[in-house]
């Protein structure tokens, strides 16, 4: 790209960034024309990198619908099929079946047609959640619960430091952290037990494990706060470095 | 004092608006430059990159867009240098299809040789494009890094490369020519002929995809960078050595950037990002002081 | 036809998956194989709908002469831009690539827009924190001194507070946020996620064993 | 009763345990274990007198550098079960080709004889013996492969290469494990990885079939680990030989051998998570038809729930307005799904109480279920009259504009009570910022993580994840949710926390007793 390009570039880019900032203000046309455009344009690019990375590729390509438009030489399963070739690709013909059944919804007569693509996709979802879920945060969650209460080998890690290196994060690695992990886990567990009255013993676990939840949503609170700052600063860069250059 | 804290309560919510703005903008013009400390669970992903032996295949999965740019980008460009340096080859992919792009973005950012072109045997490589210059090494497309580019089907995705990378992404992102002509792909079939994983997340598809299929089915280990947003939710993984290694936001990159010794955008916004810590804490505790000086703790009429 | 087929789709493919993970032996691993790339195909076609969807709802506003019919038709017309030089003057599969016009229209108009939209809740996070976050019982309480261990351990001012309280290096705020967020934030966070596992988990079942319908929308 | 009911738990906290541990996979199958020291021997390549050089692992307490207090033994032999003899003791802390192998190199070794070796040490009083290595035979070669004997410039090859079939797969594969050479130290510029090559028969013509780099893969048992997927046939046999190449040498390993891939029925790792999802899966279809019987399901009473009652009778006091704000996501989501159970029990109040509610919604399929609900809760009151449609009403899809759209409404009707019930995103924010200024009493309930801390700073109550789903269960009495509520209950987190608690006192005596009994129970749990 040229040199005007570049800087009618970094002048749209600055203009959008004021205009959606704008929205501070009041909700106003300006706001509503960059919102406008970013569903335009976003709309569009999904619907341009779908097409050249999925569809053409995976679709066009192994069926051969790409050779018989001339766009490419090598053969797809179709040509493959005609010369009475068998070849795995041409499963890809029920996919391609199943997607137009997709686009027909927006046809209403045939809608209902589309149950069926999404049949698939909940169907292959549901199956792999099953599995993964319960492996990844059942069993192996379960697997780093089940620990001693007091790590040992932490303990004698620490008689090797100097005095220097204990640091807060080792001492309670080593005395309190099972511990904590433990508790928390289960009292947390406990809290989510709908099947019984939270009376007694595990009422009192219960309150226990609240707090341990509040303690959770005090750290993604203060992540989220972190997050949402950074993005706002890295924009800030743009308009003082990028676009002014005043810094 | 009660007045005070009336129309304390009472400020627009403009006001607050422009103060963040002034807490944000002020220190980019001080440029400070302020230490940090690096954290265990970055120390782990850097000393995990480090331990591969050199010629070892990473991929790289972006599953950001420019919402998150600005927490993972300087991840995307630490994380490449380091690999370059440590002659490290590596796939780009994406479960979302702004990754890809981002990754380009991020090489052409490191690439300090942007014109010309060589002519090895036969074909003609472009710098910036097919030779990519970081220090004292040059890597190529295609035989020290690739762009798979993206695909759709989340999670579905990892569960195909599981079992054939080339079913997965038939043709590269660059050139649109089949996988298998690239030579840093000979030997490299299943998701499992990786030696490691580098996944940039901000949500949905994301780590917890990563974790879930590519290290607890086919056991390739997995190092996260992700956004301060999500971090939080994977840190069990991390705790259970599931995930090797996590980079949570901007203060996760520019730990990074320390260890690497790349300094760049990251650790410069971290002055920035210490002010707007210290103001919302402020902005906590003055409008609670206000609210319970002007209601008084008692007869607060909510429920509870 | 209507419900009947793709309850039975479902449950046929959602089966396959399942049973995949225990059984590696033929042909499970084909068939599964076979699924994921319709899913892929399926799920591409299905991106395609909303933007085409979209599209016909703008362009309804248009015709009804909807409030912000303008609007609407900006949407139109930025797709179309985008869609057009995507495809006719991006080097076709090479679209994406650094240089191309596409490329220009990600960087300088896809981006900013996006990044600053996002860039909108720093904003909101600063009012709210000082209009609506109030300690009003003990449970919020917690979570608020949580908040601020971790914003301030997380910065180097954290260290320098606790240095003005003599906290030997080492055993200042910023150790007690690690401490945080590798001990009690893992202990909540795995509660909620093995909550969530069992959700999911029964969720799946049911719409495996067709006991759950509502993914099919109403008759 | 109680007594079946304490029985049953008491069985379930014994038996659990043991099925798992039963059915748990105890070893990587085809793989073997190595030793202690892992010995292996041989003719030392490139050594013009002839000499045999050993190879061996370090065991614990022997660092490159620390204290020498004890020693290696190294004994040899003419036979393997014959007579050994000490021909060298070799100090601890010592410096070796690599980080965690030492090496000794026999020169009294008479040329052309074949013999055996093994090592002894005592690190804590016990003596520990070594795998026996051998036999090897040494032989004076000719001074081309760099007749120079310092050892860290001659190339030794990988060694104790092994082959079987890779388990738990579909065939077509063969894994491949070898002892790394002693060259093979990390970041080293001049190692250059190991290339594997294969033959059919056990006479044809070796070809290559792939590298790989250095290193170890898995470093508790100092073992390389290959996967050869590479054109392999099922029930073909093939041999193996590794290859390593270190700056101009190679060095090849033993001949592996012959080996068939095979395809398996069963995935023996993954018993565990088939015997306790079985247990989940059971015990959520039995509630499930227990609900569907009409047996009455036990659900304790949750706090944010009460407080809708209060909430909307305070409404009515004030005569102010109720808001109800059903989150921007679609139908397809769980959490509007059962948001708008809860939305039927608010409208069921507000029918009685005869205050005025209303429903601003960001999608239209939405708003067409919302008005619905809205109207049978109307109808079972018999307050059909009060019910109008633009109780619920479209604003606009968009996640900001949406928020802004409620903004305005709630500054300008300042309604008394505010509901967030669904799927929220980072709009949370603005929404119960505004409600709060406005002191109106809010009600949330969301499973989205990241803004449930918001709701729960912002709101007067909060239904937190889960109990959102317990919540609508409750009030739909919906047999398939109160079902699976259960079966969740107990199939899954009392069965999470029985086999916690057991095993956790399990291991803390074994902390204390026998550390390295630790990682052999808690690796039932692992996923494969």
């Known amino acids: ?247 | ?304 | 036809m209507k419900r009947e087929i793709p309850l039975m789709l479902t449950a046929i493919i959602g089966l396959t998956f399942f049973v995949q993970f225990f059984v590696p032996h033929r042909p499970m691993g084909f068939l599964t194989d076979m699924f994921s790339d319709w899913f892929s195909i399926i799920a591409a076609a299905a991106i395609w709908l909303g933007a085409l969807n979209l599209l016909r709802v703008s362009l309804e506003k248009i015709y009804k002469k909807d409030r912000d019919w303008f609007f609407a038709a900006v949407t139109i017309a930025s797709f179309l831009l985008i869609v057009i030089i995507g495809f006719f003057f991006s080097s076709g599969r090479s679209f994406q690539e650094p240089g191309t016009k596409f490329d220009w229209l990600y960087i300088n108009i896809y981006t900013p827009l996006m990044a600053t939209m996002f860039a909108l809740l720093a904003f909101f996070v600063a009012s709210a924190s000082y209009r609506a976050f109030r300690a009003r019982n003990a449970q919020a309480t917690v979570l608020l001194l949580a908040a601020f261990v971790v914003m301030l351990g997380r910065t180097p001012f954290g260290d320098w507070l606790s240095s003005l309280v003599f906290l030997p290096k080492g055993w200042g705020i910023s150790n007690l946020s690690n401490i945080v967020m590798n001990y009690f934030n893992v202990a909540g966070q795995r509660a909620i996620m093995i909550g969530i596992a069992l959700g999911t988990v029964s969720t799946s079942l049911r719409i495996i064993l067709g006991i759950e319908r509502t993914y099919l929308g109403g008759d | ?528």
């Open chain 1, 1 to 247: 790209m040229t040199g005007f390009w570049n800087i009618f570039g970094i002048w749209a880019a600055a203009l959008l960034t004021i205009g959606i900032v704008s929205f501070l203000y009041r909700d106003n046309p300006v706001y509503k024309f960059c919102e406008a455009l970013f569903v335009g344009i976003s709309a569009g690019y999904w619907f341009v990198s779908l097409y050249y990375q999925n569809l053409l590729p995976k679709l066009f390509d192994n069926l051969g619908f790409t050779k018989m438009l001339g766009f490419s030489q090598d053969d797809g399963a179709l040509q493959l099929a005609f010369r009475g070739q068998y070849d795995v690709r041409i499963w890809y013909i029920l996919a391609g079946v199943l997607a137009i059944m997709m686009l027909l919804r927006l046809v209403p007569k045939v809608g209902w047609i589309s149950r069926w693509p999404l049949a698939v996709v909940v169907g292959s979802t549901a199956g792999l959640y099953m599995i993964t879920y319960f492996q990844s945060n059942f069993l192996s969650q379960l697997q780093n619960t089940v620990i001693p209460l007091v790590d040992m080998g932490r303990i004698k890690g620490l008689e090797g430091l100097a005095s220097g290196e204990l640091t807060a994060d080792r001492f309670f690695a080593a005395y309190l952290g099972n511990l904590v992990l433990i508790v928390g886990t289960l009292t947390g567990l406990v809290y989510f037990y709908f099947s019984k009255e939270h009376k007694g013993a595990l009422g009192s676990a219960a309150k226990i494990g609240i707090y341990f939840l509040m303690i959770t949503f005090g750290a993604s609170f203060g992540y989220t706060v972190m997050s949402r700052m950074s993005l706002l600063i890295a924009r800030l860069y743009f308009l003082f470095g990028d676009w002014l250059g005043i810094i």
């Open chain 2, 1 to 304: 004092m009660q007045r005070l804290f009336q129309i304390l309560l009472a400020i627009d919510r403009r006001i607050i608006f422009l103060v963040i703005f002034l807490a944000l903008s002020v220190p980019i013009f001080l440029h400070l430059k302020i230490d940090i400390d690096v954290t265990r669970e970055v120390q782990i992903f850097y000393d995990a990159i480090e331990a591969l032996p050199t010629g070892s295949r990473v991929l790289v999965s972006c599953d950001y867009d420019p919402g998150s740019e600005p927490e993972l980008q300087p991840m995307a460009e630490t994380g490449f240098r380091q690999m370059i340096k440590d002659h490290i080859k590596f796939a780009i992919m994406g479960l979302w299809p702004q990754g890809p792009m981002q990754a380009n973005k991020a090489l052409a950012k490191i690439n300090e040789v942007r014109e010309g072109f060589i002519v090895e045997n036969g074909d003609t490589l472009a710098f910036g494009r097919d030779l990519i210059v970081v220090g004292p090494d040059t890597i190529r497309y295609g035989r020290d890094f690739i762009n798979l580019g993206f695909q759709a089907g989340n999670e579905l995705v990892i569960q195909r490369m599981g079992s054939s990378v080339a079913a997965a992404f038939p043709n590269d992102a660059r050139y649109g020519r089949p996988i298998e002509t690239y030579p840093i792909m000979n030997g490299l079939n299943k998701l499992s002929d990786f030696d490691f994983i580098y996944n940039l997340s901000a949500g949905y598809p994301g780590t917890v995809e990563w974790v879930q299929f590519a290290v607890d089915r086919f056991h390739v280990p997995c190092g996260a960078g992700n956004t301060a947003v999500q971090a939080p939710q994977v840190y069990p993984y991390l705790d259970t050595g599931q995930l090797t290694g996590l980079m949570g936001g901007m203060k996760g990159g520019a730990e990074y950037e320390k260890l690497t010794g790349f300094k760049a955008k990251a650790t410069m916004a971290m002055v920035s990002q210490t002010a707007a810590h210290i103001f919302v804490v402020l902005f906590i505790v003055i409008g609670n002081l206000a609210y319970f000086m002007t209601r008084g703790k008692g007869q607060r009429k909510g429920l509870s």
């Open chain 4, 1 to 528: 009763m109680r007594m079946k009911k304490a029985l049953s738990y008491i069985s379930l906290v014994a038996i659990l345990p043991l099925l798992t541990w039963l059915v748990h996979e105890r070893e990587r199958p085809g793989s073997t274990i190595a030793g202690p020291y892992d010995l292996s021997s041989i003719n030392t390549p490139g050594d013009v007198q002839g000499s045999i050089t050993i190879n061996w692992f370090r065991i614990p307490g022997d660092q490159p550098t620390g204290a020498t207090a004890t020693a290696y033994r190294l004994l040899r032999s003419t036979s393997k079960d014959g007579q050994f003899t000490e021909i060298a003791s070799i100090d601890f802390g010592q410096p070796g080709p690599s980080q965690q192998s030492r090496q000794f190199r026999d020169t009294t070794a008479v040329l052309a004889n074949a013999y055996f070796y093994k090592v002894i040490s005592e690190p804590e009083g016990t003596p520990l013996e070594s795998n026996i290595a051998g036999p090897v035979t040494s032989v004076a070669q000719s001074s081309e492969a760099g007749a120079t004997a310092m050892l860290d410039e001659i190339l030794f090859p990988p060694t104790q290469l092994r082959a079987f079939d890779t388990p738990n797969d579909d065939g077509r594969s063969i894994t491949l494990e070898w002892k790394i050479s002693p060259n093979d130290v990390p970041k080293s510029g001049q190692f250059n990885g190991y290339e594997i090559y294969r033959r059919t028969t056990s006479d044809g013509p070796f070809e290559m079939v792939g590298d790989a780099t250095g290193g170890e893969t898995d470093l508790e048992r100092h073992v390389k680990i290959f996967g050869d997927g590479h054109g392999v046939k099922n029930g073909v046999a093939y041999y193996y030989y590794v290859e390593a190449k270190f700056n101009g040498q190679r060095a090849k390993s033993n001949v592996a051998g012959p080996v068939k891939a095979r395809e398996q029925w069963f995935h023996t790792g993954r018993a565990v998570s088939l015997v306790l999802l079985g247990i989940l899966i059971a015990s959520i279809l039995y509630f499930i038809n227990q609900a569907k019987a009409g047996k009455k399901l036990f659900i304790r009473k949750i706090a944010g729930l009460e407080a809708v009652d209060e909430a909307v009778g305070r409404a009515t006091e004030m005569g102010k307005k109720v808001f109800y704000i059903p989150g921007t996501q679609d139908m397809d989501n769980v959490q509007t799904i059962a948001g708008l159970t809860i939305l039927a029990r608010v409208a069921r109040l507000t029918a009685e109480y005869e205050t005025k509610l209303e429903v601003p919604v960001a999608k239209s399929l939405v708003m067409i279920t919302a008005r619905e609900v809205v109207k049978e809760a109307y109808l079972n009151v018999g307050r059909s009259d009060f019910y109008s449609d633009d109780m619920v009403y479209y604003l606009t899809d968009d996640q900001f504009g949406y928020a802004a759209g409620i903004d305005g409404l709630v500054v300008r009707q300042k309604p008394a009570t505010i509901f967030y019930q669904g799927a929220f995103y980072a709009e949370s924010l603005i929404l119960a910022e505004t409600g709060n200024s406005i002191g109106a009493i809010q009600i949330a309930g969301t499973a989205m993580p990241a803004q449930l801390p918001f709701f729960v700073a912002a709101c007067d109550y909060t239904l937190i994840g889960e109990e959102l789903f317990a919540a609508s269960a409750y009030l739909s009495r919906e047999p398939k949710l109160l079902g699976s509520l259960k079966g969740q209950d107990i199939g899954g987190k009392l069965v999470f926390l029985s086999l916690a608690i057991v095993i956790i006192i399990i291991v803390t005596v074994a902390a204390f007793s026998s550390p390295d009994m630790i990682s052999q129970v808690t690796k039932m749990f692992e996923v494969h």
